[in-house]
């Protein structure tokens, strides 16, 4: 069973406002990835990151923003929340590109 | 160009028939390739891999791929489905660009299976 984590799973939240959605890992992978999926449709990568204090924009034009401070957590923050970014976002793990990549539950996040 | 395209958006069978979901990807990407799957409000598990070695690759489940370099393509397979199959499932390759190497995916296959 894969040992990443994402919190919350369910968020909904008004327009404007500063969210964090956390994802954390307990098997020492460097890479992490964020990724938006709505319902039913493709993933689109958003943020990864290779290691501690290196972060990539992914292909997926993206308002928001993430950090790599632990090795073990990587957040997501959107700093004022749109309806437009209503969405599920998953994030992964991995110990190389190579391999396979473990993945949370997932956010399911509202905006009204 | 997509780097990997999935041909079916939707393949409906019914039980305990064989079912085949056709992934294609780009000559420009590098062949590691990967299928998982996806169930209901769930994240994605690995099906199975090709890294290199045989190009018949078994997962879980009952599941296998066959990569084919001359045809660029990692289609899955299973050779009698079951109700429990039914999910959403994703071929993904490694795309290495600009120095910098990513898992992307393709759109996706929604396999329905029918008592």
């Known amino acids: 069973e894969a040992d990443i984590y994402q919190t919350p799973r369910y968020l909904v939240i008004g327009t404007g406002k500063k969210i964090t959605l956390e994802c954390s890992q307990t098997m020492g992978h460097d890479k992490m990835y964020w990724y938006q999926q709505d319902p039913g449709m493709e993933l689109h990568l958003i943020h990864y990151s290779y290691g501690v204090n290196s972060t990539e924009k992914g292909d997926l034009s993206s308002e928001s923003t993430v950090s790599r401070i632990r090795t073990e957590h990587f957040p997501l923050t959107l700093e004022s929340a749109r309806p437009s970014h209503t969405s599920q976002y998953l994030c992964a793990s991995s110990e190389s590109v190579h391999t396979e990549a473990f993945f949370g539950q997932g956010t399911r996040l509202t905006v009204v | 160009a997509q780097s990997v395209t999935q041909l079916d958006s939707q393949v409906p069978v019914f039980e305990e028939a064989p079912v085949e979901l056709r992934c294609n990807y780009s000559?420009?990407?590098?062949?590691?390739l990967f299928w998982y799957v996806q169930y209901p409000n769930q994240g994605l598990q690995l099906l199975l891999k090709?890294?290199?070695?045989?190009?018949l690759v078994k997962g879980i489940n009952g599941f296998e791929a066959e990569f084919n370099k001359s045809q660029t393509s990692f289609h899955l397979r299973k050779p009698s489905v079951h109700i429990s199959d039914t999910a959403e499932y994703f071929c993904a390759v490694i795309l290495a660009q600009g120095g910098s190497e990513k898992l992307v995916f393709g759109k996706g296959t929604k396999l329905t299976v029918n008592p």
């Open positions: 000559s420009s990407v590098s062949v590691y």
């Open positions: 090709y890294l290199s070695g045989s190009t």
